[in-house]
């Protein structure tokens, strides 16, 4: 027997249901209480033409009402009694259940219309990455002409920021890396009798091409994330709009200190990254092949021109300056809501990479005659 307050069905005349109790989501959380009245209403609504009465309910909720509702197949029954205050419930219940839930309907925009949005769209991003960087021009001719208002304070904090506290993550990516290229290098070299051009293969591989390469792709990762995520904020906080009512020009107070930062801190971190690139390197041709660490350094000058050392800290400053002027450029672009910061950030890292790579290709393609 259930409890005086509990939900009760009760067939006090032939066809009739009598409902009755407390109806309302407490009185179901004991026991299997709600899977009982469950089973017994669906069992009754396989009856047909049943009289429902609901004048005996003390207290019901919504949660009492749906349960009813689900049983009756989400329609009135046609002989139902009520007390006053119950019909609201199957009031809003009905109206519920006529509200139209529209269709996905697929685009139909045609694969050549889908390949002219896109072509627009890139030439929408490069319209505006133009007008950046012009802006970054004048405002590099306004501070040369006048040093005293070039913002060096800025300037200084973002070369801490971008450099100083990247060189943990790129030493020891450089250390890896250095130690993987050494130690497969060594086994094909020692098929061959070969084992001195390990410093060949190191020595270019990591000066001219790895070591730029492995630091932009961790700043991109790293500090591209992160410039576009400040401007980023700063759009949805509004204090871009506030700084314009302020007179505070963006390309000389935000663009200009990021894009000068990261184009002096990337050489610095290039330097670092090749000589962690090489240290492991070289750990690992002295475990590997014998070969001595002093023997190691003073081989390299002779067999790594030092034209392949300025094609590298070349690389670093383009690539520093293009992963600055892209953060930015997203940064500016994202809308005033979460959902474009996410985005936004994300093509970003994901579009410095591959401007990075693209530079790469060009140096390749310029200087495949020099250095060798």
């Known amino acids: 027997m259930l409890n005086i307050d509990s939900p009760k069905l009760t067939e ?20 299997t209480l709600m899977h009982d009245i469950s089973h ?18 003390s207290a019901l909720d919504h949660i009492g009402a749906q349960l009813l ?8 029954p046609e002989h139902l009694t009520l007390l006053p205050g119950q019909d609201g419930f199957f009031i809003r219940l009905e109206a519920a259940n006529k509200l139209h839930i529209p269709r996905a309907t697929r685009s139909r925009l045609t694969s050549i219309m889908q390949l002219g949005a896109l072509v627009l769209d890139f030439f929408a991003h490069l319209l505006s990455f133009t007008i950046l960087l012009g ?4 405002d590099l001719a306004h501070v040369i002409r006048h040093p005293g208002k070039a913002p060096w304070k800025e300037i200084s904090a973002n070369v801490y920021q971008m450099g100083f506290r990247a060189l943990g993550i790129t030493a020891l990516v450089g250390i890896l890396i250095g130690i993987v290229l050494s130690y497969l290098s060594a086994q094909q070299l020692r098929t061959f009798g070969g084992d001195i051009y ?3 293969i190191l020595g270019m591989s990591v000066i001219r091409e790895l070591g730029p390469m492995l630091a932009a792709i961790l700043v991109a990762g790293r500090s591209g994330s992160s410039i576009t995520a400040q401007l980023g904020v700063m759009r949805v906080t509004e204090e871009l709009d506030a700084m314009l ?7 000389l107070r ?16 290039v330097i670092w990254t090749d000589a962690m690139a090489l240290i492991g390197g070289m750990l690992s041709a002295n475990f590997i092949l014998g070969m001595s660490p002093r023997f190691f350094i003073q081989k390299l000058p002779y067999v790594v021109p030092l034209t392949n050392y300025y094609i590298g800290l070349g690389k670093g400053v383009t690539f520093g300056a293009a992963i600055a002027l892209v953060a930015c450029h997203f940064g500016l672009l994202i809308k005033p809501n979460t959902e474009s910061l996410g985005q936004g950030t994300t093509t970003s890292v994901v579009s410095a990479i591959t401007v ?15 250095g060798y």
């Open 254 to 269: 935000l663009i200009l200190p990021k894009v000068v930062a990261l184009a002096i801190a990337m050489p610095l971190i």
């Open 40 to 57: 017994s209403l669906s069992q009754m609504n396989q009856r047909r033409l049943l009289h429902w009465d609901l004048t005996g309910i």
């Open 135 to 138: 802006q970054l021009t004048l």
């Open 198 to 200: 390990i410093i060949n």
């Open 12 to 31: 006090s005349q032939p066809d009739t249901i009598a409902v009755s109790g407390c109806w309302q989501v407490h009185a179901f959380v004991e026991g």
């Open 356 to 370: 990075v790579i693209i530079l790469d290709a060009v140096f390749a393609i310029v200087f495949s005659r020099v």
């Open 245 to 251: 009512v302020m007179g505070i020009p963006h390309g």
């Open 69 to 76: 509702w689900n049983c009756w197949d989400k329609k009135r």
